[in-house]
């Protein structure tokens, strides 16, 4: 009988594997294989069906999450793309809003468009802003544009037209065109992969829909053929970055909204964890081989955003990077990760990332040829890693490789030991990533007081104590599967589809019949892409209207009532959105108008009821007993001394560890730092909190 569920998450150095059947639990780690990532994937696949000793046929849902459409932008390695727009709007993605990320920087750089120039290519075509036509689509000149296209071998085509959200009647018609002349190359219209005002945004998220969409789809056909030749028959469904699930073929028709889709995952498992231990505040620290994700979750619900920036030519700089507007679940990613590489640079100062080892080589004690050190390079001369047993023994560690690729790129040149180096490495990349949550929590106009930090991923457990003493939290908690937590989200998520569309409307000229067609017209085209994975699940809807004063520059969500709209229900929403704005920005502004730039519709499948067991303290606890000691280098203090070790898997509830001490398991370890007390609780998460 099939009831096996099946989760991966390829991430840039590791692919993570979770499987589910009979209320048990299994969970698999494996390189990467960046040349051809679906190798991996078959390769953890294999692996995992074997030690929970299911058949691939058992298998009834698989879901996938992948970084590969994020690295091909940020690699510049998709497929050559044209973008066909209206007469004398060619420039626009190369344009942007002239905003600049550095006011002062007189040498400022910004992202190059995905399309050169001369593969931007103008059709004489207008509609206003109301999508009336004011002049008619020149179908000669786009029959014109065929053999430009066949001639620069163009493999994906962008069609971004202006004013297109409002009445896609130009867009359709080039692609009914593109269609009979060119039937192989796929076309993203911008009024189907963001029907919204901002034609920068607008066009900028469809470029690098087209730009992605040839190789995701070859990727996610071919993994597809290859699960089910192993005689995994079960449907594929993609993870997005709203933190919704997909069907295979919503997936290659609109590959942008998976960019985010690993992060996303990661986030949806620390929200469930929140609501099982009942933490209605908490931060999410997800630390994988390549990046770290800090992520803000209150009520049980990741916070959302409109729009995300991608391979940002600033590191960390707001602003310049591509903009997409795409639902994404909002968090900050930064290149801290296992495999991010130290160096020196000219002011004789470390510096750790963005670039990173990734799988292949893989930092200098994976023994795969790389020779510059990575973070996990620094923690294994530190002392944190038991070099015969990393990634569950998978992975034998070469400690004196390490060593000697310290010495050569840090330890060298600032006259410092190895550990020392080291020490300064994994300090600086701590000081990264809290720094990072910092400036994350600031924005987001929040605070870490009370705050209960979350850590999973291959490095977060490791990472976790330090960063939250930086921070200023006192808590932490690993749960069980920390190792593999986004695959584990995946499994945790529903299956949802957002419609967002544009209506321009003011409330002082409200026009309550056409919101009503709008969101009945939104309503149905979510339902119909959540019904063909929902498998007659219940669903529920969410609407949201994106408003402003007249006159401003940017907008703020406000919940609308899922129901038919009626003349009396116009000014409990403007009383909705006075409220809303004043939450935000401290007060309201009497006697002026509010205009509405667009709605959402968010349709999803019911989730699982989370049983949330009664908290109650233990009636005893047990002293832990550790399995043997190890010498670890304490980064605080430089102090070196005997931590002691123990096995996660030999742990009951209610066991108990003073820290320093390390414990571990397949996937991860979990550092108790000095001055940190740990307990298993009922659930089997490690709880530690830092001494008063």
Known sequence: MKSARLAVDIGGTFTDLALEAGGTRTTAKVLTTPAAPEQGVMEGFRGIIAAAGVAPSDIALIIHGTTLATNAIIERKGARTALITTEGFRDVIAMGNESRYDQYDLNIILPEPLVPRYLRLPVPERLDNTGAVLRPLDEGEVRTLIPVLKQEKVESIAVGLLHAFVNPVHERRIQAILAQELPDIP?????????????????????????VQPMMARYLLRLEADLHAAGAVAPLFLMMSGGGLTTIETACRFPIRLVESGPAGGAIFSAHIARECGLGSVLSFDMGGTTAKICLIDRFKPQTARSFEVARVGRFRKGSGLPLRIPVIEMVEIGAGGGSLAHVDTMGRIGVGPESAGADPGPACYGHGGTHPAVTD?????????????????????????????????????????????????????????????????ESGKTYEGRTL??????????????????????????????VGSAIGFLRAPVGYEVVRSLYQRFSTFNVAAVNDLLDDMRAEAEAAVAKGSFGALVTETRTAYMRYVGQGHEIPVPLPVAVLGEEDVGSIRARYDKEYARFFDRPVPGSDVEIMSYAVVVTTVADEVTVP???????????????????????????????????????????????????????????????????????????????
Request: with cysteine; glycine share 12%; net charge negative.
């Open 378 to 442: 620094a923690n294994l001369s530190l002392g944190r890693y038991d070099p015969g047993h990393f990634a569950g023994g998978t992975i034998v560690l070469d400690v004196a490789a390490a060593h000697d690729a310290l010495m050569a790129d840090v330890g060298g040149p600032l006259g410092l030991t190895a550990e020392l180096a080291a020490l300064g490495v994994v300090e600086l990349v701590d000081e990264n990533m809290a720094n990072a949550a910092r400036v994350h929590a600031i």
């Open 187 to 211: 076309v993203s219209l911008s009024s189907e992969v963001s029907p919204e005002m901002r034609e920068w945004e607008r066009f900028s998220t469809t470029v690098a829909n087209a730009y």
């Open 614 to 692: 009664a908290r109650a303290d233990a009636l005893f606890t047990t002293e832990a007993t550790p399995v043997r000691t190890q010498i670890v280098r304490d980064t605080v203090t430089g102090a070196v001394s005997e931590w002691a070790i123990y096995d996660r898997g030999s742990l009951v509830p209610w066991a108990t560890i003073a820290g320093p001490a390390i414990v571990a398991e397949d996937e991860t370890s979990t550092l108790v730092g000095p001055g940190w007390s740990a307990t298993v609780n009922g659930l089997g998460y490690i709880e530690m909190v830092r001494d008063a």
């Open 454 to 483: 979350i850590a999973f991923g291959g490095g977060g457990p490791v990472h976790a104590c330090r960063v939250a003493e930086k921070v200023g939290i006192r808590r932490v908690l690993v749960p069980s599967g920390a190792g």
